[in-house]
């Protein structure tokens, strides 16, 4: 019997493939948003849609309130994967590019796991109103968004176990039973004496309300409209950068360089001694008489310079050999330093810098890629060739003077003429040089988001729209180089042409000298043979000119990044570094807005004080202020007004690497690294070798050891690319190992379990539980039922905490967290 998927009764593998997933919409757990606006990322669902039709698809995803909130309205930029925008914002989004196609089969994979509970509500009402009339496939952990599903199935081990409504399931006590069970938030009676809440320092009680936030007020630090032609302030003041400047660089490859240009000045000299060898050797064959001893005395010359050229071949041999291979071995060696450089410069700055949209991951791999390539070229195997044909111009003048000054100082006059033209050629294309570049990152930004999110892409049948994007991006550079190949092809044109009537003019001119007796024919030769070597020295030398200018705009960004010292340096060595540091921690009065979004407020003189050992629970909508403490507390960023304080002293006064070094972070989405298990767990501690028995230690408190020793390679086995080999819950678990390695002080725990299963999340729940024993824990959580045993549960809103305390104490003023608790549970 075969095995099919239909839809319609049709095999899916007989279908269109585009036109079957233009019937489809998908709006999945993490959607992925482009870099561009609301408006374009809405038409990437259906390119001909109207701006009404967009309107009316955003009405359906509850999403055009907020939207008409923001300054720029659908022109708003959501930046890069829309990381502009909070978790709920986004959803909504997504919702109204899968609806703006009217899909006739809508995909809801974990549209709302990752979401806290009043943006779930926004987000579930939409999705509910999104499927009316749809065929509807939903995957849900949450199990309280199915609840009113027509059919419910649980899989196990790939297979259906259960299938039924809500009602019919529970009636069972099955697996869907017990999972929902599970999903269940404890309620009790509580008394007036268990709801006195825990004292935090200085905040306000303001009574709740049915929203805890406003959408404008949920709004992330969106950067205002930006004219992608806007010249950039570092575009701006880009430091002038000399050859000099470049080969202090390369200081340790001078001997390298001191002997490829000794070798390269040899070598250039060869062409103007060939020239005079070459005069000689015309001038034997004139006849003067036919007598036997005559004829002696040509063969001997020519047989003497026939050696001597012989000989010039086997120097060139030799200098050519030596140019090229140490400047090229210099070049090579300059172009890895400032790789790396770069690379350090890069991991140097902090976080506000990536905020940049010029910053973008696109732009950073590209001038990565590129810059440092582009400088080679000024100061590598080419820069050999110039000292060559330095030697060879110089040499060839004082030939010619020697042999013929008259003729000389007539061909001499013309040069400034070359000269001239070849400054032309470095200003012209010194300034498509630098626009060049900055097309090139636009279409390499473009290129890195189509192909990390290939998966949207091709769900949204947008690839063709991906390759017109990456086309028009590269049509500028296109017609800049069409441009800059006329005026290159006219310059160099016009240098070449202007050599032969030079040699028109050097003719006359000789030939009038010889016949005033005061030149002889061997001088003419000479003078000719060593200008012409000399011209096409210079003619070399003009062609390298657009690499120059290439070399000289790359230098100038690669500097600009060097010598950018950022707010918080994480490499600086300044700054305390105490001994011990028992956990306790406070904000005192802390405001802080994204440099990136200045008039959006974020904290607003949040006062907090947790102490040594204490868990506390971060809760609140998305936009309110959660993760953005979290980050102070890592100074990814510093507070506008107020202090952070670890043990009584102000972050800004400890060591940046030692204040991260007491903190282990566990995140909602993890990031492994494409390498061992082992190597990953070490990778929580960098500053010594971590033995293997520790790793295994480590793993152990992750409650992940088994899962390890059970794989072929065990702690050898190689987790993929951002740990795509492994499941939620093992790369999770991983994580948390990878914190604990350094034995941290403080752990932060950042929606750490919001994306897994229920049974994933069971065993992940126990490795935290474990992990943060004797430990200073900050958690942040959207499932409420993960919290319930924190010492404190501090409730946030608009950048201000309203409400504090244990759970039961919470449950019991029935205010802001009581109805948070309410809106998630399942019974």
Partial sequence: MGRWIKIDGHDIRSLNLRHFRECIGVVSQEPVLFGTTIRNNIRYGQEDVTDEEIEKATKEANAYDFIMDLPEKFNTLVGERGAQMSGGQKQRIAIARALVRNPKILLLDEATSALDTESEAVVQAALEKASRGRTTIVIAHRLSTIQTADEIMTIVGGTVAERGTHAELMEKKGLYYSLATAQSIKKAEYSEESAETVPIKNHEETPPSNSLISEKASIKHIPQKVSEEEVKPEEEHLPQV??????????????????????????????????????????????????TSYKEQIQHEANILSIIFAGI???????????????????????????????????????????????STGALTTRLATEAAQVQMAVGSRLGVIAQNISTMGLSIIISFIYGWEMTLLILVIAPVLTVTGMLEVSALTGFANRDKKEMQRAGKVAIEAVENIRTVASLTRERAFEKMYEENMQKPYRNAQKKAQIYGSCYAFSQAFLYFTYAAGFRFGAYLITAGRMTPEGVFVVFTAIAYGAVAVGETLTFVPDYAKAKSGAAHLFALFERTPAIDSYSEEGDKPDTFSGRLEFHEVTFIYPTRPDVPILQDLSLTIERGQTVAFVGSSGCGKSTSVQLLQRFYDPLKGQVLFDSTDVKHLNVQW?????????????????????????????????????????????????????????????????????????????????????????????????????????????????????????????????????????????????????????????????????????
């Fill in 242 to 291: 000399s050859l000099l400047k470049l080969f202090r660089l390369n200081k340790s490859e001078w001997p390298l360089i001191a002997i490829g240009t000794l070798a390269a000045i040899i070598n250039g000299a060869c062409s103007p001694v060939f020239a005079v060898i070459f005069g000689k050797i015309v001038t034997i064959f004139e006849i003067k008489n036919v007598s």
């Fill in 313 to 359: 071949g086997v120097v060139s041999f030799l200098t050519y050999f030596f140019q090229g291979f140490l400047y090229g071995r210099s070049g090579e060696i300059l172009t890895m330093r400032l790789r790396h450089m770069a690379f350090k410069a890069m991991l140097r700055q902090d976080i506000s810098w990536f905020d940049d949209k010029k910053n």
């Fill in 659 to 827: 204040l991260r070094s007491q903190i282990g972070i566990v995140s909602q989405e993890p990031v492994l690294f494409d390498c061992s298990i082992a190597e990953n767990i070490a990778y929580g501690d960098n500053n010594r070798t971590v033995p293997m028995d520790e790793i295994i230690a480590a793993a152990k408190a992750a409650n992940i050891h088994i899962f390890i020793e059970e794989l072929p390679e065990k702690y050898n086995t190689r987790v993929g690319d951002k740990g795509t080999q492994l499941s939620g819950g093992q790369k999770q678990r991983i994580a948390i190992a990878r914190a604990l390695i350094r034995q941290p002080k403080m752990l932060l725990l950042d929606e750490a379990t919001s994306a897994l299963d229920n049974e994933s999340e069971k065993v992940v729940q126990q490795a935290l539980d474990q992990a943060r024993k004797g430990r200073t824990c900050i958690v942040i959580a959207h499932r409420l039922s993960t919290i319930q045993n924190a010492d404190i549960i501090v409730v946030i809103n608009n950048g201000k905490i309203i409400e504090s305390g244990t759970h039961h104490q919470l449950m019991a003023k029935q205010k802001a967290y009581f109805n948070l608790v309410n809106a998630q549970t399942l019974l």
